[in-house]
């Protein structure tokens, strides 16, 4: 076995127990840490699956803000998860769903097939064709109005052409979705005075000692 | 036989959604939905990914030396994703302070019998 | 957290360098990985740890509150402005090749500059919304 498989296997083991002790875990601030560390060991494997820019996303999105956010709002709630039955109708409903998720991967092309459908279209091409200098001759028009000129644009990192460049509308689209969400959070908030939780659903201290002579 | 390997990432990456999955609907703590939403979404990050990946490919940024790149447009469509995943966290945070604020209490059994009551 | 000198230590010594690695990241999208995304976030990060060790006080007497809620809105308008300058300068919207020669690098510099400055001052902000409730319990 090759050490590409062997790292491989081995994270992807990690991610399943660390997935499997969030779903078991009852204290809220184990399970906050534990979502931080499969973030991190997700952002390891989509660097293993040569994806830097999302790996590199990832680790500071997921292991970083996601887990401060968690941990601040387990200050403020002060919570812990009470005991619930398993619930069988749940079970019955996510077995049902990862049966026909594998069902549909039967389909799928294999791991690293050079001939996926998503490897040989014509647009992955021009999209890595863009990072290509324009040429002399392209001074004083704009690149790409000559005919099978593709598009070029010059910058190594296709990602980002991709992203800022020819979807550019949809990094527009996603801004102004951050934007909104940072509104909402301070909307929501803005009211919140946050006293303690309703004292009589608090258990009753015990009463202090009755005396020295007890 | 290689193809069962092949598919093999894909099964492992539907057993994390599917855990994801059900921390969502079989858990009642408002907070434990949240990270099981959170868990559901890396994994729908980690196919994706998987889908753009070619045998002997490097990372899409063209360099000397280096012939097969790996498909940048699925990174395109996560990076977006990642951050509005995070930005959904956030807000369900905001609204879960507020119910604690109001009901008293995060779990959801709980907070749907005072609404039965009112 | 104040009285812990290691921590103090420790992070005033790695702040500067998560800010300046932000930077890097967000000026160097273009020819390794990076991009406004991931420097936003580590911007923050860095904000969000300084916040950590030294109180929110001094976090909001570094980066004010009102600061970062207009850069919200500020990095968007940036985008947005920058596909309204195109349509001005003759082309479609967000048609970087009508901000001249070599435009779509420079709309692409741009552009992202924008989507730093929202992502930084969006998680910033929701940081210090809740750090204030904590404060104030």
Not at chain 3, 71 to 96: C, N, P, Q
Not at chain 3, 113 to 132: H, N, P
Request: hydrophobic share 50%; proline share 4%; net charge negative.
């Amino acid at each position: 076995m090759s050490g590409e498989q062997l790292i491989d296997i081995v994270l992807l083991t990690l991610l399943a127990s660390t997935a499997i002790a969030i779903a078991r875990l009852r204290n809220l601030l184990a399970t906050a840490m534990l979502t931080g560390i499969f973030s991190l060991l997700g952002a390891c494997w989509m660097l293993f699956l040569d994806a830097p820019d999302v790996a590199f996303t990832e680790a500071a999105v997921g292991a970083g803000m996601s887990t401060i956010l968690i941990l601040a709002t387990l200050c403020v709630v002060n919570a812990e998860e009470k005991p619930s039955r398993e619930s069988p109708i749940a079970l019955v409903a996510v077995l049902l769903t990862g049966g026909v998720l594998v069902y549909g991967t039967l389909d799928m092309p294999s791991y690293g097939d050079p001939d996926a459908p998503a490897t040989t279209s014509p647009i992955t091409r021009i999209y890595l064709d863009s990072a290509n200098a324009p040429s002399e001759q392209e001074e004083g028009h704009a690149a790409g109005s000559n005919p099978g000129d593709g598009f070029v644009v010059g910058i190594p990192n296709t990602v980002t052409t991709v992203l800022a460049s020819f979807r550019g509308y949809d990094t527009m689209g996603e801004t102004a979705v951050i934007f909104t969400a940072g509104l909402g959070v301070l909307m929501v908030l803005a009211g919140a005075r946050h006293r303690r939780p309703d004292p009589s659903m608090e258990i009753e201290p015990e009463p202090v000692d009755e005396g020295p002579g007890k | 036989m290689t193809d069962v390997l092949g598919l093999f990432n894909y099964w492992i990456v539907i057993v994390l959604m599917m855990t994801g999955f059900y921390i969502v609907i079989a858990r009642h703590n408002l907070i434990k939905k949240l990270i099981g939403l959170s868990v559901f979404q890396v994994s729908v990050f980690l196919l994706y990914i998987t889908i753009g990946v070619i045998e002997g490919g490097t990372a899409p940024i063209v360099a000397e030396g280096y012939a097969v790149y790996s498909n940048p447009l699925p990174s395109v469509l996560i990076l977006t994703a990642i951050v509005v995943g995070v930005a959904t966290i956030a807000v369900g945070l905001a609204l879960v302070v507020r119910i604690q604020e109001e009901y008293g209490t995060i779990e959801e059994d709980e907070i749907q019998a005072q609404d039965h009551k009112a | 957290m104040k009285n812990h000198v290691i921590l103090r230590f420790v992070t005033k010594l790695l702040i500067p360098h998560i800010l300046l690695y932000a930077f890097y990241v967000q000026w160097h999208g273009d020819f390794g990985p990076g991009g406004g995304f991931q420097a936003g976030v580590i911007f923050a990060a860095a904000i969000v740890l300084y916040g950590l060790i030294f109180g929110l006080q001094a976090a909001e007497r570094a980066i004010r509150p009102g600061l970062v809620q207009s850069g919200v809105a500020l990095g968007l308008l940036l985008y947005i402005g920058v596909g309204i300058a195109s349509m001005l300068l003759g082309g479609e919207f967000l048609d970087y090749d009508a901000l001249g020669h070599d435009g779509q690098h420079h709309g692409i510099l741009l552009v992202e500059t924008g989507v730093f400055i929202t992502v930084a001052s969006v998680m910033i902000t929701v940081f210090y919304s809740f750090a204030e409730l904590i404060r104030r319990q």
